[in-house]
């Protein structure tokens, strides 16, 4: 079988779909390849927080490691992309709900961040005030107000800080819901697996599949942290590897769920399916996909430090899926050749990151430029 379109993404993940969501809305025609059906991977697993403030608990990129005791903010090379997506999210969500007919679960809920040191307080004495000039209500709370909000929670004397303005989607909904746009917008999603892709120069590519060839003008690969396999034949060399990330949902009694994201070695939160999601674990142990005891053990004894009797809630569901990680746990966006793109390296924040990374590769689609306008996601800072 062969088809020709002017675009072959790669990958139905959150990446790929916004993309071909963008390019279809723009004219042109828009083939969705994936060896599996859509939300199999971390787009349909991810705990689904939309945060554009605080350091994510699975991060794993050597900034992370970098920053300095007790910083519970995100790293500033990361600050305005977190900023750019998660005001994308707050513009789009009506319109994906709309057009994909798909509830995605926005879960506006306080964020608590507990701090565990004297270092932790005085940074975030220091956030609070800028996030809340940022228009991110936030306010320092003490030990006694933690435990008036819910006495469950267990807080040390350095309190914490309470945040409004990141939220939740469910992760599943909302990579499903992409694809209901693209489709309305006249892309087709396919199933294939893409085994390499040949880049034919001014005749455009040829996408090698287990059904055949599909023929196009473009190829953009965003298949995630699969998308470096995909990208060695032309010589490049993408720093994209998994990082393998578990979640815990766990099943409250009846009534006895809560109203807040509780952050502090991990993230505890009462999502809208009514499971206290425990998130997440991370590891480089390759695509090695099964459940580990040790994740396991690690995210209740996390949960029993913020809340105790949580880590007694019975295991509804234990989940494992491939962070896409990069060095910096910044998006990878560029050509690896004339006519084939790549945009992957979404880490742990690649759902809050999609609306704006499609953005940047739809236009480089369209105005044929080779690198994105925004910098900070471009594959040359890796020197490639
Ligand atoms: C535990 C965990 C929690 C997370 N929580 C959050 C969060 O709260 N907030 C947030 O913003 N982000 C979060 N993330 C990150 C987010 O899930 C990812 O960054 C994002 O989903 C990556 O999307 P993607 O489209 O690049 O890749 P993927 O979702 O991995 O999709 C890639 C697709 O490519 C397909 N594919 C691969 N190779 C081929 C091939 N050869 N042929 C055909 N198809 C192929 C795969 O089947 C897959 O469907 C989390 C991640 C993990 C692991």
């Known amino acids: ?20 969501w963008e ?29 554009p403030l605080l350091r994510g608990s699975g991060s794993t990129g050597e900034t992370e490691q970098d920053l300095p005791a007790g910083h519970i903010a995100k790293p500033e ?76 929670i267990l807080t040390t004397e350095f309190g914490g800080v309470l945040v409004q303005g990141p939220y939740f989607i469910d992760s599943l909904n909302f990579v499903k819901a992409l694809a209901a746009c693209a489709k309305a917008a006249g892309a087709r999603l396919e199933t294939a697996s893409v085994s390499s892709i040949e880049d034919t120069g001014g005749g455009g590519v040829i996408v090698h599949t287990d059904q055949g060839h599909y023929d196009a003008n473009t190829a953009i690969i965003a298949a995630g942290p699969w998308s470096t396999e995909l990208a060695k034949p032309f010589g490049v060399d993408l720093p994209v590897h998994p990082s393998k990330g578990e979640i815990l949902r766990l099943q409250p009694p009846e009534g006895e769920g809560f109203g807040m ?38 995210l209740l004894e ?65 105005a044929g430029e080779s690198e994105p306008a925004a910098t900070m996601i471009s594959m040359s800072r890796f020197g490639q």
């Open 1 to 20: 079988m062969s088809s020709s379109s002017d675009v072959v993404v790669i990958g139905s993940g959150v990446f790929g779909l916004f993309v071909a």
């Open 23 to 51: 390019l279809a809305k723009n004219g042109r025609s828009v083939v969705v390849l994936d060896r599996a059906p859509v939300g199999t991977e971390a787009s349909g697993w991810a705990l689904g927080r939309l945060d």
């Open 77 to 152: 090379a990361q600050q305005e992309l977190a900023l750019l997506s998660y005001n994308a999210h707050r513009e789009m969500s009506d319109e994906i709900e709309d057009v994909s007919g798909i509830d995605i679960q926005v879960d506006e809920q306080p964020t608590l961040q507990l701090f565990y040191s004297q270092e932790e307080r005085d940074f975030g004495a220091e956030y609070a005030s800028i996030w809340s000039e940022m228009g991110f209500k936030s306010e320092l709370v003490s030990a006694d107000q933690i435990r008036s909000m819910d006495q469950r």
């Open 261 to 298: 994201h509780v952050h502090g070695p991990c993230s505890l939160v009462n999502k809208k399916d009514g499971l206290v999601w425990v998130a997440a674990s991370a590891a480089d142990s390759g695509f090695d996909r099964t459940p580990t005891d040790g994740a396991e053990k690690q």
């Open 302 to 366: 996390y949960a029993r430090t913020m809340m105790a009797e949580s880590a007694n809630w019975p295991i509804a569901q234990h989940t494992v899926c491939f962070r896409p990680a990069t060095p910096d746990d910044l998006p990878i966006v560029g050509s690896v050749s004339d006519n084939v793109l790549v945009a992957t390296g979404g880490g742990g924040s690649g759902i809050v990151q999609c609306l704006f990374v499609g953005r940047q590769v739809e236009k480089m689609v369209t």
